[in-house]
């Protein structure tokens, strides 16, 4: 069986990440809302939203195109420029030739894959988030937030945050994104299954999982960091748009 411990990682991984997508669409939401307030446009707010994420769109948009031309799937155009979409604003784009369940799932998942690497890089290298969360778990009155300040307090640290936040959030899959990955799924679930009722062992399975358990561990500190980076954003959005709503009233 799985240890407990790891299985307890891929379990917080998955909240995290799932916290994240809710948190991101507040903010985004709170933003456009403030933008709207100030210029009384109804297509700033997508504009300024769009630049604000830029790097996490292009790197995005980037990760589909390049994985679909490591699959051969003969990616297409490429667009990155802001779209009102129904209700949705769609900031980018790239069309691929399908490929099935799994080209397409990898596809779909591309931004997942390189924003998780590079995520966990700048977590490690530049803001040491293991020991940022055990500062928290230590003390999350204090040493926590004092850790976090401490982290933002040099000179390219408030430069850093911001990569890594819209990096973090922009890696997200979107709707179209998940598509695929339902059917895949449903392929790895049946497979499982299979492998349950067939009564094979689960060791050499568990132990293949095994290895991604450090690196993961260094991810989910990130990504700590970021759900943190963001509540601030979304208080302190929150606390503008009353201000500016009692002013313009």
């Keep these: 069986m799985l240890d407990p411990a790891a299985l307890r990682t891929f379990i917080v991984f998955a909240l995290i990440l799932l ?25 700033m707010p997508m504009v300024v939203l769009f630049l604000v994420l830029l790097p996490g769109v292009v790197l995005h948009e980037l990760a589909h195109w390049g994985m679909a031309k490591l699959l051969g799937l003969r990616p297409g155009r490429f667009r990155v420029w802001p779209r009102k979409q129904g209700k949705y604003i769609g900031l980018g784009s790239v069309s691929v030739r399908r490929g099935g369940p799994l080209l397409d799932s990898l596809v779909g998942l591309a931004p997942l894959l390189v924003g998780s690497l590079l995520v966990t ?8 988030t293991p020991s940022l969360v055990a500062a928290w778990a230590r003390n999350p009155w204090l040493d926590g937030p004092l ?81 943190v980076l963001d509540l601030f954003v979304l208080v302190g959005l929150l606390l503008a748009q009353g201000i500016l709503g009692r002013m313009v009233r």
């Design 121 to 128: 890089l700048i977590g490690l290298r530049i803001f040491d």
């Design 147 to 227: 850790a976090v300040l401490r982290s933002l307090d040099r000179p390219d640290g408030l430069l850093w945050a911001y990569l890594l936040s819209v990096v973090a959030n922009a890696m997200v899959p979107s709707a179209s994104d998940r598509e695929p990955v339902k059917v895949l799924l449903l392929y790895v679930l049946l497979a499982g299954l299979l492998y349950f009722l067939l009564d094979l062992p689960l060791r050499p399975l568990a132990a293949s999982l095994t290895w991604l358990i450090p690196p993961l561990q260094i991810l989910t500190s990130a990504l700590l960091f970021v759900l």
């Design 19 to 43: 916290a994240l997508a809710g948190l991101s669409r507040l903010i985004s939401l709170r933003l456009q809302e403030l933008v709207y307030l100030l210029t009384r446009s109804q297509d």
